[in-house]
């Protein structure tokens, strides 16, 4: 049986083919790995095999990740949800990782698109601007980051 470490190392060299036959040949003998049920899920995306990728996400997610790969798997899960065009489950777990990592940025990021897939377009909206106001190291964004921040708040207000 081929070690977690060995199978992260096959992901990260874009070997997904290796990656996903060793992740389901370990799990036949470690069914409650929540770390290889990841690990698939991951390979199954990098092959585009997005609706086998889901079960891995959720198992690995029901068992218990490690808290650096937590964040990881609800942007996969999130994000396989967008891909295969639910976009409620997309939100709800994007709305579950923005609870549990509240300064993790891609998070928001992924949530906003689900957001207005979902039609939601203020709020989708609402979600980008704040994040450009607060991430961007772009000196003409920065010059304005307490308009944009405060903007974002309420896109409809306006000041008579």
């Known amino acids: 049986m081929m070690k977690t470490t060995e199978i992260l190392a096959l992901l990260e060299n874009g070997q997904y083919q290796d990656a996903k036959e060793s992740a389901k040949n ?7 790995n929540a770390l290889l049920n990841y ?3 991951w390979s199954c995306d990098g092959l585009s095999d997005e609706t086998e990728a889901i079960s891995y996400y959720e198992k690995a997610l029901e068992i218990g990740l490690p808290e650096h790969d937590l964040a990881d798997a609800y942007i996969g899960l999130g994000s396989t ?3 295969i065009g639910n976009y409620a489950k997309a939100s709800e ?6 609870v549990a990592f509240p300064e993790n940025q891609a998070i928001t990021v992924f949530a906003s698109m689900a957001l207005y897939n979902e039609q939601n377009y203020k709020e989708a ?10 991430t961007s190291s772009d000196p003409t964004i920065i010059a304005y980051k307490k308009a944009i921040i405060n903007y974002s708040e309420d896109l409809d207000a306006v000041w008579d």
């Open 125 to 134: 909206m609402q979600l980008a601007i704040k994040i450009i106001g607060e």
């Open 39 to 41: 690990y698939a899920a």
């Open 26 to 32: 370990a799990l036949l003998t470690a069914p409650d």
């Open 81 to 83: 949800y967008r891909a």
């Open 93 to 98: 777990t994007f709305q579950k990782a923005r």
